[in-house]
Structure formats: C-alpha cells, structure tokens
C-alpha cells in the first residue's frame, strides 16, 4: 500500500535518546516515514505495552523486562534482538591519578558518598552492585551508598559535589564534560545488554524495517559515537 | 382577608408560633427584640420553613402543612425589606435594582424605576458598589429593590430605621400610596409608635 | 532569548494541554467544589477523599491508574476505543487528561473554599426576589466566589504545566505529541552536559507561569467589588 | 492487612517527614499569604510569582536547583555546613526540606483566599476596642482565615506524603532516611512483577491522607461559627 | 472643651468637612442621610485618616496634621458603637463582650460587666454565637462591648436604631447617667429628633 506518513511507535529508554535520535534520522534520510520515538523508564514502557498502548518496537534497558514482556506476550518473540551494549564508570570530579584503581579510589571513600543507581530497582544500579560484588568492593562501600532515581540523576549528585563518587554507564560518564572517570573492566560488569523487539500485535507495515534497521552498521555506528558498544548480529 | 396566619416556627432550640389574620391592608408586627419577628417574616417570604401551620396571603395559600403546599420563595413574590440592607456586594447599584425587576412578570410592576429613584433619591448612587454606600443610602437601595420586583405583597423589616426624618416622611407618604392606591398587602415590623399608627390599619403584638 | 522551532513545539503543546484540561476540569471541579461545601449526602467524605488522591498519590502511581483505566485494555479505555475509536494514550488529549486530574484536586479545594465564603443569605435574598434555584446560584454564589475560580485555575494551570510523572506514565514522552515542557526538561536532563537547554525550557516554565499568573490577578481584581476604605 | 516493619519504617518516616514539612512551611506559608493578601508593596507580584514556582517547574527541576543552593556546595547549603556542620542533602530533613518547598504554593494559596475573604471592618473594630495592629491580627484575622489555614495545611499534608520527583532529586533515595511512601512505591515499580507490594503501599497513602483529611474538616468544623440558619 | 475638631476627609472622591466645638458632654451629630456622620466619627476614632486637620477629645490631641500627631485607634480608647453591630462572628457573645474589657487599664472601666448585662437583657445571650442574634440583639451586645472597654469617650452611631421602646427607654436612661455622673463626653448620631432633644447639649448639623 502507500507509505504511511508517520514511522511505527518506538519506545525506548531515556538514556538512549540522544544516540537514537540520531539514529531515527538516519533511516528517515533514506525516505522512510520518520519514527515516533517515546523516551522513559523502561518500567514505565513495559507497563503501557501491558495496557494496550499502541507501539510497535520497543528497546529495554535490560533483559529481565524484555523477559516479563515476552512471559505476557507482549512482544514477538521471535524479533528479539540485542541492538547495543553498554559498560560501567567510575566518576569523580577529582581527577584520577596514574596510581588510582577503581578499588583504591573506592577504599578511599571515607566519609565521602558512592551515588549509584538505586541498587535495589534501577538496571543501572544492579548492573553497579553485581560488579562490585564481583571486585569483593560491595561491603566496603554499601553503607555509603547513595541510591538515586536513575543513572543520571546520580551523575548529577557527583556533578553538584554531593557524592564523592559515582558509578554510571560509560555512556554517560564519557558525555559529562564535569567529571573524570575510570571505565570498569568488563570481566566484572555483567553483560549490559539493550534488547530490542516488536510489539506483539502492532500492525506498522515498517517497523520489522526499522528494528533490522537497529543492527545495520550505519546504525550501529551512530551508536557507537554515543559509546554505546556496537553489537555484532546479522539483522 | 388579606393575611390569614397561623404558623409554628423553631430556629434552634426557640420556638415561635405567630397566629393572626387581618383585612387591613396594612398590618403592623410588633413587640420586644428577640420575640420572632424577623423569623416570622422569613418563613412568610419562604426562607424559613414552619413546623406546622398555614400561610395564606390575599386569597393565596402560601404554605400549608396539611395540605403539602410549600411554594418556593420566587414563587410567593414577597417583596421583601430585610433588617439588614442585603445587597448583593458584586452589584452595582443599578443591577441591584434591576435583578428582580427583570424577574417580575410583564405589567405587574407596582412601581417604575425612574418613580423608585426619584422618590428615594438614589440617582446619584447608580453606578456605586454597595461597599460605598452609607447605612441609609443602602437601606434606601433595598427599599427601591423590593419595590421594583413587583411584588404581590411587602414584608418590611423596619424600614425607616437609619432614614433621616425628611426621608422617612417621604417613604410613609409612599407607604400610604401603595397602601390606598394600589391595595398592596403590607406586613410592617416597626420599633417606632408613631409610624405604626400613622399606618396600620391592624396591630399585632407578639410576646 | 528566541525560541528555537522544537521549543515552539514544545510550548504550544503545553499550552494546548494545559488550557484544555484547566477548561474541561473547571466546571467539573466546580460542581465537586460546590457539592462537597453545600450538600450533605452520604459519601460526601468519601467524595472529598476521593478528590483528593491524585494529590497524594505519587503521579506515577496516579498515571499508572490512568493507564490501567483508560487503556485500550481499561475498563473505561476499552470502551472508548470500541465505541468511538478513541485512544488517549500517547497523544495529547492523553495528557490533558493526566493534567487535568492532577490538577483536580487543587481546583476544586479553592473552589470550595471560594463557595463556603458566600454568605447564603444573599441566596435567599435573591429568592424573594424571583430567583429560581439555578438563576440565584448563577447571579449570585457562582460570582461571588470567582476569587477561588480564579486561585484555582491558576494552581491548576501551574500543575499543569509542571505535570511529569502522571503523564510520562500515562500519556508517555512523543515529541509533538505528549512531551510538554516538564518531559521535555526530564528529556534534556538524562543528556549529559545539557544543562542550557534545561535552564532555557525551565525560564520559558517559569515566564508561562508568571503570564498565568498576572492574567488570573487581573481577572479577579477587574470583576471584584472595591472594598470599602475603612480600616 | 498488617504492616511487615519494612512497611512500618517507610510509614513512619513519611509521616515525620510531612509532618515537620508542614508543621515548618505553615508560619511561613501564613506570612506570605498575609503579606501577599494585605500588602501593598513594590516586587509584590514578584513574590507571588516565586511562590509559585515549585508548582510550575517539574518537581525534578526543583530537586535539581534546590540541590544546588542547598548542597554542600551551593550558596546556602555551603554556610549552613560551614557554621553549623548541618547537611540536608542525603537525610530525612533534606526530604522534609524538599515536601515543604512543594507544598508551600498550595498552602499559600488556599490562606490566601481566606485571609483575602476576612472583613477588614472586624480588624477596625478590634483596635477602638484596644488591640494593637499584632493583637487584632492573631484575634480577629488569624481565627477567621482558619478555613484557609486548615485547607492549606491539608493540601501542604497530602502533597508532602505524595513528594516524589524533588525528593529523589535532592535528597536522593535512601532507606529509612528519605525513601519515603512514593520513593518507595517507585522502587517498587522497577522491579517486574511487584504490582502486590505496589498496590499495599498505595494503599496505605490513600488511608493515611484520609485520616488528614478527616482531622482537618473536624478541626474546622469544631472552631467554626454556627451559621445563619435562614436560607 | 469636650469636642474641638476641624477636620477635611475625603472618601474616594466625596470630600467634607466637619468643624464644631463643644462643651456639652454629648453632642448630637444630625444630617441627611449620606452627608458625612459615619465618617466623621470613623476618623475621630482612628479609622479614617482626615486629610487634614485637628481632632481634640477632653484636653487630648489625637490627631493634628500640623503637629504631626495622630494616634492609633487602640490609644484613643474610643467607645465605638458602629451603625452595623460589627460583632466578632468567630467570638460568642461572652467572648465579643470581654474583648475590649480585657484590654482596657485597670480601674478604668466605667460599667461593670454584670451592670451591662442586666441593663442590656443579654445574659441569656452569653453563649451564643453573633449570627443567631435577631438585630436588636446584636445592637445590644455591640453596646454593652463598647461600653465596657473603659472608654475615654463614646461614639454611638444611632445606637437605638432596631430597638424596642421599653429597651429604648433604659438606654436613654443609661446615657443620661454616662453623661451626668461620669462626665463621658458622647457624640451621638441619630435621625430621632426626640432622642437628640432628650439627651444632647449641643447639636451639630451637617449639610
Ligand atoms: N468608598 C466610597 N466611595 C465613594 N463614596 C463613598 C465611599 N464610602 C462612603 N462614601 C460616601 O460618603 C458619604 C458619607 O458616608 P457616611 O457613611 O459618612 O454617611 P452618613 O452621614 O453616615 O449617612 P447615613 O445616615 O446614611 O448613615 C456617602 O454619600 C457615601 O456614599
Ligand atoms: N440560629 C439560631 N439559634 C438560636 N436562636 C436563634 C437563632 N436564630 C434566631 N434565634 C433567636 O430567635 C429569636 C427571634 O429572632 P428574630 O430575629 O425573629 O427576632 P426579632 O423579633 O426580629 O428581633 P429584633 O427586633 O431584635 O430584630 C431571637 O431570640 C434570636 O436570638
Ligand atoms: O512528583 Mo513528579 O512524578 O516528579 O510530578
Ligand atoms: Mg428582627
Ligand atoms: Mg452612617
């Protein structure tokens, strides 16, 4: 039929929007319909699939919602996808010294603060605990712990002075012009991982289009300029 | 007859009866502060509801426990003088008189709106807010609204209480018109001895 | 400060949803407000409390009713859409909706208070004067108390405005469609090193807001009686 | 339906914290209204207009400036630590600090309007009869305006128990110290699969404001003038 | 002199004048409705400021635009008795009664409050609140709280307006005492030309 003029619904996380809209240019400059892109919580988006929002891609920031979406249904199965990978940093706006390790400038602490990601809810702040129950860090520090709304909210605390430290994605530790930081070796960080997929029941003639769209290099390269890690699949 | 009252009153814990009937035209309710007047001419206006009892103005049956007559206030067309002035205070003047003139049934009126302001000396005041008029120039604005609702019968709540006495002559000499020319029922609360004899063709006492 | 044509968007939307949610909850706070001073019925606490919750409630909370209500696989949403294929989610009347019962609660409070000021006397004043029920509450309660029209609109004007959480949830964050100024700043706050383009959406809030707020001054004072000049 | 301690800890800190929240911005909230209602002064609708802030900007925005003026590193956030050694970011006074800046539009607003509604005439009375300009305010327009002071601190009481965006903003999200009822039905929500916990804790909100509601129409019921009883 | 004052108001824009001495105790203020009565006595209390002027109560000075001095209402211990009773609504009677008394210096009361109450029949009043008074009620209460405030002198803007003859009558009675035994110098306005001839010394006309 004829090409409708708005692209399919994407739904995606509030930390990608930059890189996405980037990305979202990029396929309409090929003559597609340009997509129309909601940015929130994750947990906010899962929730409006479960009611019937009318979307027809949408990208987690973890897999553990992707997984309560694909237990209801709510996605195709089948379409699912890892489109982009993510690492952690350490940030701080005191420089870090030659010497300085992540451990080091953790045992350093104090009376300082550590702002993450609420540990307990937010992918972000999971992804921050695990890692530093795998260094051995997490009782050393846990009674420091700031827990923030969400990853940038923590950055902002480390920004204003109020914490001493923080742990954020790469991403957005490498955008903030105000902090310096220490990228986590990956060994220890869980696997950060952007699932994508279409909703189950949508009806955009394009949104397969613009999900395999997600995995092709020219896509995967915008994200890349945003440091999100490219992620090798064939669309 | 022109009133044939007999009413069971309560506010709170006080309790009235009020039981008369009168062909004078004009009627005077007198006695000491506090004895009921006031509630009495509010439950004849339709704003206080009798226990009990029966309310007939000039043939009319206003209210009539026995019978379930109750008719709404708008329905009784009383024009009514409150002891206070009761403006309306977002009111000007002028849409104070005209609110329930513009109510009034076509051809009913008693008097006409040039008559009111002349009498009562309130052209000047027109465009004023009630907020800016002194305790007389305000009861003469509520005299004015009551008369220019065409009203079927007055209730006046001390009229002329506040009035200077050229005013008040003025106002008894129209009194005395609207009583001889016009016929109009007339039920007058009033401390003052002179003016009720001067008027009534019927005094009752409440104590 | 010039707006660029994002900005413009954005304004104009938030101008449109705030608009239209404050019109559509006015006469519906209005009745609660006047129900709630002036009735008394069984369930009216409950019908206050009720009022209420979306104040309490955390928005997202209230959003994610909104969305379980009022989604295509809500009790009321599914109707809607059945019946007259209507969507409010992820559109603008969507968030005029979260707007709007979020800023229920504080319209209908200064409202009531506005309504308990009048002097019920005049009501009957009005009465014997020809006035029916509904002519004596036009001409004289709704007048009188136009202050608390006038606070309420604006408090939920500036609620609107300012609605995040209810909205996001609810109506989600679609450029052109749902992202008001509010989503438009939690937007630019999640890319590092924004922080211009926060303080620019916050200072076009902030004047939206003033305008509002002399426009309802104004209104008020231009239709209120002059007070007599005695202390 | 019995609280588990988790539940009862999240209880009580919102409650202490709404209730100094609203304890504390009352006086306040009072002052300007009086000053806002009865004064005439140059930077009037100035104030005003600040007032009103916290309600038009999102609540993250304001988290966010608050964070920078009472941060350790703001303007007053860096004296209060210098000379007094208080922090408010990071404990439950920052999170009461940051209920009472939300609330305060609301408050005002609603004093406002009464303080406005109170018949200057009563206040000239008062003075022939002997009361300084102070004495005839806290006897005459005080009582009088208490319509208002109760709804005020009505709304103030259930918009602090429903703080959430400035809060985690400023004073982040820590249990037993600021993860107050929202914060922690927030929490709740990320995690899949929690809509029993979530809906416990709504509900626990819900019966908390309506117990504020019901004391505050009793209080004003119980210190209000019986009324004319004519129509 | 009891009464020295020459004083130019103005409300909004209507303007008078008011200059009269006067050594008798009460002094009657009369005129026609609208000239200027109430307001002249709301500045020689001290809630109108007189353009300019001087304003002398019994030897004290209150208000002297030329010498710079105009005290506040609460030091010029004004008995008021306002044209509309002006009740405290929040107070009960007891509470609006005791108002000024609480107030006032020691040993300077001029009635006490058991005196007031039996003169003015509202003992059976005390408890209640202002909005269920009948008028001449709250009249009477809004008497018996200026009187007992300890005034240096007493305004009474028609303080009889609403009340019954009997009633009337004691007041007279008590004012003729106010003035003869304590030297209370009184300004009163009224529209009852038996009244003024009863009771004042001196009377001022303002047209
Ligand atoms: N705010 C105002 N604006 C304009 N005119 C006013 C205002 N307040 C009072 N006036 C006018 O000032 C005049 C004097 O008022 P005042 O109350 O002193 O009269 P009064 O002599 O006491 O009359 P009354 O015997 O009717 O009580 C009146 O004509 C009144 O309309
Ligand atoms: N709400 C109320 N509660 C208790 N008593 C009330 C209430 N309203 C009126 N009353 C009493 O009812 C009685 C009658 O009042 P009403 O106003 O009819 O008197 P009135 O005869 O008009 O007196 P006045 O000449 O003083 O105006 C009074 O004693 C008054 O105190
Ligand atoms: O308290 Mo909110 O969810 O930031 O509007
Ligand atoms: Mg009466
Ligand atoms: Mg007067």
């Given at each position: 039929g004829d090409a409708p003029a708005r692209g399919p619904v994407v739904l995606a996380p509030a930390s990608m929007q930059e890189a996405l809209g980037e990305v979202a240019g990029a396929w309409a400059a090929q003559g597609n319909a340009p997509p129309v892109l909601s940015f929130a919580g994750t947990q906010v988006q899962a929730r409006q699939l479960a009611q019937g929002a009318p979307a027809d891609v949408i990208v987690t920031a973890d897999e553990e919602w992707m997984d309560w979406l694909e237990t209801r249904a709510l996605i195709e199965p089948a379409s699912r996808r890892t489109v982009a990978a993510n690492g952690l940093a350490l940030v701080s706006v005191k420089a870090f010294g030659p010497d300085d390790t992540i451990a080091s400038r953790l045992l350093a602490l104090g009376d300082g603060r550590l702002a993450l990601a609420d540990p307990q809810s937010v992918p972000a702040g999971r992804y921050a605990r695990a890692a530093l129950e795998n260094m051995g860090l997490w009782d050393a520090v846990a009674a420091r712990v700031v827990p923030a709304e969400n990853v940038r909210a923590a950055l902002a605390l480390v920004e204003s002075g109020e914490a001493a430290l923080g742990i954020v994605y790469r991403t957005d530790a490498e955008a903030s012009p105000r902090v310096a930081s220490m990228t986590f070796d990956f060994r220890d960080v869980p696997e950060i991982y952007y699932p994508a997929a279409l909703v189950a029941g949508a009806a955009h003639p394009r949104r397969q289009a613009f999900l395999d769209f997600l995995s092709t290099p020219a896509a995967q390269e915008i994200l890349a300029t945003y440091r999100f890690v490219p992620v090798e699949q064939a669309p | 007859m022109f009133f044939e009252i007999a009413i069971d009153m309560a506010v709170d814990d006080h309790a009235f009866t009020l039981d008369f009937s009168s062909d004078a035209k004009l009627t005077a309710l007198v006695g000491p502060s506090g004895v009921g007047k006031t509630s009495s001419l509010n439950a004849i206006a339709g704003l206080l509801r009798p226990r009990s009892g029966r309310i007939v103005v000039d043939g009319q049956v206003l209210f009539d426990s026995a019978g379930g007559v109750d008719l709404p206030p708008e329905k009784r067309r009383a024009g009514y003088v409150f002891q206070d002035a009761r403006l309306f205070p977002h009111k000007r003047v002028a849409a104070n008189l005209a609110y329930g003139e513009r109510l009034a049934p076509a051809g009913a009126s008693i008097v006409t709106r040039d008559e009111v302001a002349r009498?009562?000396?309130?052209?000047?005041?027109?465009?004023?807010?009630?907020?800016?008029?002194?305790?007389?120039?305000?009861?003469?604005?509520?005299?004015?609204?009551?008369?220019?609702?065409?009203?079927?019968f007055l209730l006046l709540d001390e009229p002329l209480a506040s009035l200077d006495e050229d005013r008040a002559e003025t106002l008894l000499t129209l009194m005395e018109r609207l009583r001889d020319e016009l016929s109009l029922p007339m039920l007058l609360v009033s401390h003052s001895s002179a003016e009720v004899h001067r008027l009534a063709g019927r005094v009752v006492k409440l104590a | 400060m010039s707006l660029t044509a994002a900005e413009w968007t954005i304004v104009a939307l938030s101008l449109k949803v705030s608009v239209v949610a404050v019109l559509v909850t006015l006469p519906v706070s209005y009745g609660l407000a006047w129900l709630i001073a002036r009735r008394r019925f069984p369930g009216r606490m409950l019908l206050d409390a009720l009022v209420h919750l979306p104040l309490v409630l955390p928005p997202v909370v209230t959003g994610w009713l909104l969305l379980i209500l009022l989604g295509r696989g809500g009790a009321i949403g599914g109707w809607l859409y059945d019946t007259f294929g209507i969507t409010l989610v992820f559109n603008w009347t969507g968030a005029a909706v979260a707007a709007g019962v979020m800023a229920l609660p504080l319209m209908v409070r200064a409202m009531r208070l506005s309504i308990e000021a009048v002097d019920r006397r005049l009501v009957g004043a009005a009465r014997t004067l020809g006035a029916?029920?509904?002519?004596?509450?036009?001409?004289?309660?709704?007048?009188?108390?136009?202050?608390?029209?006038?606070?309420?609109?604006?408090?939920?004007?500036?609620?609107?405005?300012?609605?995040?959480?209810?909205?996001?949830?609810?109506?989600?964050?679609?450029?052109?469609?749902?992202?008001?100024?509010?989503?438009?700043?939690?937007?630019?706050?999640?890319?590092?090193?924004?922080?211009?383009?926060?303080?620019?959406?916050?200072?076009?809030?902030i004047v939206l807001s003033l305008g509002a707020l002399l426009a309802s001054e104004w209104l008020v004072r231009r239709s209120q009686g002059a007070r007599a000049h005695v202390l």
């Open positions: - | 009498l009562l000396e309130i052209s000047h005041l027109l465009d004023r807010l009630p907020a800016t008029l002194s305790g007389g120039e305000a009861r003469r604005v509520a005299i004015g609204r009551a008369l220019l609702c065409a009203p079927r | 029916t029920p509904l002519r004596a509450f036009l001409t004289i309660t709704l007048p009188l108390s136009l202050p608390g029209i006038a606070a309420g609109a604006m408090l939920g004007f500036a609620r609107s405005l300012g609605e995040f959480g209810a909205t996001i949830t609810f109506a989600a964050n679609i450029e052109g469609e749902t992202r008001t100024l509010p989503l438009a700043i939690y937007s630019q706050l999640q890319v590092p090193g924004s922080e211009d383009a926060v303080a620019r959406l916050a200072v076009i809030a």
